[in-house]
Nanobody
């Protein structure tokens, strides 16, 4: 089976930084786009950043200039460097990947279990 595992979350004070990781493992033939989403208590899940297989990136306005998304295709791993964290960044951060398990399959979305990021004021 395919598994996405996030790590790197934690408790930091405002202005601090965290580096989140998402490692994909299992029967993976190819990974297309990947992205980070987050969900704060009582709110809808929202897009944070995306990165294409070729490295093109896109960011939500709320994190632009503070967060950096990257990936290591050889390791099937994606990262999110979060700088200048604000209390409003507090959320569970989820990894998403569009991948296929066989060459003849279509790309499907897979999700990680999430990692908690808490920013204190």
């Amino acid at each position: 089976q395919v598994q996405l595992v996030e790590s790197g979350g934690g408790l930091v004070q405002a202005g601090g930084s965290l580096r989140l990781s998402c490692a994909a493992s299992g029967s993976i033939f190819s990974i297309n786009a990947m992205g980070w989403y987050r969900q704060a208590p009582g709110k809808q899940r929202e897009l944070v950043a995306t990165i294409s297989s070729g490295g093109s990136t896109n960011y939500a306005d709320s994190v632009k200039g503070r967060f950096t998304i990257s990936r290591d295709n050889a390791k099937n791993t994606m990262y999110l460097q979060t700088n200048s964290l604000k209390p409003e960044d507090t959320a569970v951060y989820y990894c998403n990947a569009a991948l296929k398990t066989y060459w003849y399959d279509n790309y499907r979305d897979y999700w990680g279990q999430g990692t908690q990021v808490t920013v204190s004021s």
